[in-house]
């Protein structure tokens, strides 16, 4: 099916689906005279050629977003509510677009595309149901006098960062909470897989969102465009989704100016199997867990980490489960793996498998990558011995699981707790109270019990401790793009009352 989309000069064809390929600053596709290449990790060869915008367009998106602030956080509630209604409806409509044009650039499976699709729509609508139930207080000043009326207001034009894992969630989940809470934004899609955002946008644009309210900005240049914006005094929010290191660089740029900051980084998810634990459940689990995405996961299993006692039952499982995984491309039926996003990526995936070898582990199954074109490697198991120093905080974002065997209980919360990162974490055990015992005792934002994905409009996803600050989902995260504001009301108790 071919769409065509109006007001954009330069377009691809990508799959069949027409798709802009500018800049979109003002409420208009704009293109530079620099551009770069979409590559599909599957083939390693081009699909489309997208403007590389510098700092002077990201100032422009700036100067737009500033200009329409207040208008826009004028924009009634349920007037709101209805643009991001036509949004949602143009989204789902346009499902299998979205879907194809994310496993085109970034080679995940389309199976995974579809759910990654449905997930992100379910976000924005979630978001789309808040606007209009936002709450504030009325009550008496401590001593009498006058009275304290609190409400919210929206923080102001936000810098959205989005790394190229998750292309379609990361967006529609920060800029739906941002459009919501009634922030304009400027969007800066990761270079890997500008298209889904660009579609994104695009629809946003037809659904009726106002001129200057949706900016995006596709750059090679990321460091530098998003200094230009950090610098900037009409720059009031930033969220960003990547590595905990940029994480840190944005969060150091955005201390003079006390820019408010969301940050979703980096994980060293453990994945805990107790004594008692489903095993069939638990190895089942934790190969979606660690293969999902071919392990380019800020909330994939790190670490697995399985008590002596089903360590051998487990890990046979397990390995048993991942030779039956399909590589290849992800356009192909059946394919339950697809490329790693790059051949940087890849490279620093052999590195990791060969660091790997030389420590005191055993090679499973898998451990390189496959021969012919794209950047695919063999899902890799590995049996760990001890905890050695190379592994430590050390987030492995590919597809290679390490099984770490533990004799208590004690040990494998010491373990899972030993890291610097405090996302995602995972246990296994037909316990309840034993679950949320342990659980309790997790220092991570995030628990899954018995189950190895949840991500959910509903809950509150995000972490602690170098993974991050702030969440997205539940009721609120809303809150991340809003401020109190406090009106103090001088009531005088006797006059007027006669
Ligand atoms: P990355 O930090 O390299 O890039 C993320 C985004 O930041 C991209 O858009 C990139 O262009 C941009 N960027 C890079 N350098 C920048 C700079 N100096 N200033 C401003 N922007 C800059 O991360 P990545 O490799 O794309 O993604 C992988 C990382 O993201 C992993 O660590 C993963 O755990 C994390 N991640 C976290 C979550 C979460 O919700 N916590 C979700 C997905 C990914």
Request: one cysteine or more; a negative charge; hydrophobic letters at 45%.
């Amino acid at each position: 099916m071919t769409t065509t989309l109006a007001n954009s000069p330069d377009t691809a064809t990508v799959r069949g689906h027409c798709v802009p390929t500018g800049l979109f600053i003002d409420g208009h596709w704009r293109t530079t005279d620099s551009m770069f290449d979409v590559i599909d990790p599957a083939t390693a060869q081009p699909i489309a050629q997208v403007s590389d915008g510098g700092a002077a367009d990201a100032l422009s998106a700036l100067d737009a977003a500033h200009a329409v602030r207040a208008a826009w956080r004028q924009v009634s509630p349920r007037d709101r509510a209805d643009l991001f209604g036509a949004a949602h409806r143009l989204l789902l409509s346009r499902a299998d677009i979205f879907a194809e044009v994310m496993t085109a650039e970034s080679g995940k499976p389309l199976a995974e595309s579809r759910a990654e699709f449905a997930l992100s729509a379910e976000f924005f609508l979630w978001y789309t149901e808040q606007i209009a139930h936002l709450h504030g207080t009325y009550a008496p000043a401590s001593h009498g006098g006058y009275r304290v009326v609190t409400s919210h207001q929206p923080v102001g034009p936000a810098l959205l960062i989005t790394p190229w894992n998750f292309p379609m969630l990361m967006i529609a989940r920060k800029a739906g909470a941002a459009l919501a809470a009634g922030c304009p934004v400027i969007v800066k899609s990761a270079k890997e897989t500008p298209l889904t955002c660009a579609l994104f946008v695009e629809t946003l644009r037809e659904a009726g969102f106002p001129d200057g309210v949706v900016n995006l900005v596709h750059t090679t240049s990321s460091a530098a465009v998003s200094a230009a914006l950090m610098a900037d005094p009409r720059l009031r929010k930033v969220s960003f989704t990547g590595s905990t290191g940029v994480g840190s660089t944005l969060l150091a740029q955005a201390a003079p100016g006390i820019v408010n900051a969301s940050m979703e980084l980096g994980g060293d998810g453990p994945f805990i199997v107790l004594d008692d634990a489903d095993v069939e459940l638990a190895a089942q689990q934790a190969v979606v867990c660690k293969f999902r995405n071919a392990g380019q996961a800020c909330v994939a299993a790190n670490r697995i980490i399985v008590h002596r006692a089903v360590a051998d039952e487990f890990t046979k499982r397990f390995v048993e489960l991942t030779e039956q995984l399909t590589v290849g491309n992800g356009f192909d039926d059946g394919t339950d793996v697809g490329p790693i996003i790059s051949e940087a990526q890849l490279d620093g995936v052999t590195e990791l498998v060969a660091t790997l070898r030389g420590l005191d582990t055993e090679l499973l199954t898998g451990g390189a990558a496959l021969p012919g074109t794209g950047y695919f490697f063999a899902p890799t198991v590995f049996r760990v011995a001890g905890r050695p120093a190379e592994l430590c905080d050390r987030e492995l974002f590919a597809p290679v699981a390490t099984i770490y065997e533990v004799e208590s209980t004690a040990e494998a919360i010491e373990f899972a707790n030993d890291t610097r990162y405090g996302l995602a974490s995972y246990v296994f055990t037909r316990d309840l109270s034993r679950a949320l015992a342990v659980g309790e005792r997790l220092d991570f934002g995030m628990v899954g019990i018995n189950r190895g994905i949840m991500a959910d409009p509903a809950a509150a996803f995000g972490g602690i401790k170098a993974s991050g600050l702030g969440r997205e989902g539940g009721h609120d995260a809303i809150y991340d793009y809003l401020e109190p504001k406090y009106l103090a009301v001088t009531v005088n108790e006797e006059e007027g009352l006669a």
